[in-house]
Every structure is written in structure tokens, then in C-alpha cells.
């Protein structure tokens, strides 16, 4: 079975600061890696995916994550945090024989202006 | 659509109640996913539509739980005999196809159903 580990529910940093949330995820085979944020009061977004080829992913706002397939881990990182980043993000996995997503249980962040 | 859409957004029942919850994915997707989020947890799987059909119903958590999408678009959740412990958040997500860069799911606001 599918299983997603986000060791950090709670984060909080202050503005300018880097950011690196932790994901590990449990699955012997081929897998697709998603990060999606939901912002207070908002739907959840996707930030970035990871499919094949370039295990270091760019996406929206600044966000990248690296695939590292010996660690079983999809590290999410940003440079330097906005206070607008304030949200919770979720690290999410789908085995290529399956479609439905297997989701982590997510990391809040709170970014201090 | 432009996106997913759910409603209604908030649903307070009493136990015992049936209630619907309805999702109207993106234009022009095929492929529809239901989801529970509880509180403190991330989204749980619990239904995936190809077309009008449910591919996979694995995790509907028992039989009080039913889901259809008779014409292929928009989609109904049903649950009998509510329980407290059904509260949550239930989140509909769909995508373009289901292989490669199709396979990108976007999510609806939710419907907050609340259980009394």
C-alpha cells in the first residue's frame, strides 16, 4: 500500500527565511509526486509534479522540489518565504497503477512578517 | 466551468439523514475523483470515475456511501444513515484523462458536511 510521511505539521519562519518541508513516501513501484497548497480559505492548488525525467522540479511561486528515488523523498524547498505563503501544503503520491492520490497528512506554515 | 464546483458548500444533518453532495468537474474532463478530508488529516481517496462508470470504489469506507455520474460530467455523493462520524470535508477533484499529463487532479472548494 501507498503511504505518504510529512514529518512537519508545524512550521514557522519568518519572513525571507528558507523553507524546506519534508516528504517521504512508501511504494515499491514507478510513481507520479505532486506538492499542492491550499491558502487560508482557499481550494487546494497543485505547486508542482514531478513525472519522469528531471528529478528537480520548478514550480509556481518560487517552489521546487527534488525526487530523490533512493530516498524514497520529494522534498519541498524555497529560497527565501513571503508572508503570502502562509498556507498548508500537502505532499502527494500516485503509483502508476493506480489514479487516485495518496496524500500526506500536511505541514502548516505560518510566515511572520 | 472554469473549475471544479461543489455544492452545496456547507451541509449540517442530523444522524440518522441521507444527503447528496454534488460536483460538476471542468469542462471536457473525463476522468472524476472524490475525496474525505477530517480534520487535522490530508484528503483521503474514496471514489474514481472513468467516463459514467466507477473505476475504482475501493475506499468508500462502507456500503451507506454511493456515488454516481450517470452522463459522464457531474457526479453525486450519497450517504445513508449519517453519522457523526462521517463529518468532514469532502473534496471532488477531476483531470483532463488518466496516463501522463492528463492525469493532473484540480480541486473543488469542498462541501463541509457537519453530522449533529
Known amino acids: 500500500a501507498q503511504s505518504v510521511s510529512q514529518h512537519n505539521h508545524h512550521v514557522i519562519l519568518s519572513e525571507a527565511a528558507s523553507l524546506e518541508l519534508g516528504c517521504n513516501y512508501s511504494y515499491g513501484g514507478t510513481v507520479n509526486l505532486f506538492w499542492y497548497v491550499q491558502y487560508p480559505g482557499q481550494h487546494l492548488q497543485l505547486l508542482l509534479k514531478y513525472f519522469s525525467g528531471d528529478p528537480l522540479v520548478k514550480g509556481i511561486k518560487g517552489f521546487e522540489a527534488e525526487f530523490i528515488k533512493s530516498k524514497f523523498s520529494f522534498n519541498l524547498r524555497k529560497p527565501s518565504v513571503q508572508w503570502s505563503d502562509t498556507a498548508e501544503y500537502f505532499c502527494?503520491?500516485?503509483?502508476?497503477?493506480?489514479?487516485?492520490?495518496?496524500f500526506g497528512t500536511g505541514t502548516r506554515l505560518l510566515v511572520s512578517p | 466551468g472554469a473549475g471544479v464546483s461543489q455544492t452545496p458548500s456547507n451541509k449540517v444533518t442530523e444522524k440518522g439523514k441521507y444527503v447528496e453532495l454534488r460536483c460538476d468537474p471542468i469542462s471536457g474532463h473525463t476522468a472524476l475523483y472524490w475525496y474525505r478530508q477530517s480534520l487535522g488529516q490530508g484528503p483521503e481517496f474514496l471514489i474514481y470515475?472513468?467516463?459514467?462508470?466507477?473505476?475504482?470504489d475501493s475506499g468508500l469506507p462502507n456500503d451507506r456511501f454511493f456515488a454516481v455520474r450517470p452522463e459522464g460530467s457531474v457526479s453525486t455523493l450519497k450517504i445513508q444513515r449519517t453519522e457523526r462520524g462521517d463529518s468532514a470535508v469532502y473534496l471532488c477533484?477531476?483531470?483532463?484523462?488518466?496516463?501522463?499529463?492528463?492525469?493532473?487532479?484540480?480541486f473543488g472548494a469542498g462541501t463541509r458536511l457537519s453530522v449533529l
Open positions: 477533484a477531476s483531470s483532463q484523462g488518466t496516463s501522463g499529463s492528463q492525469n493532473i487532479q484540480y
Open positions: 470515475f472513468q467516463g459514467t462508470g466507477a473505476a475504482d
Open positions: 502527494a503520491v500516485k503509483g502508476l497503477s493506480f489514479q487516485k492520490l495518496v
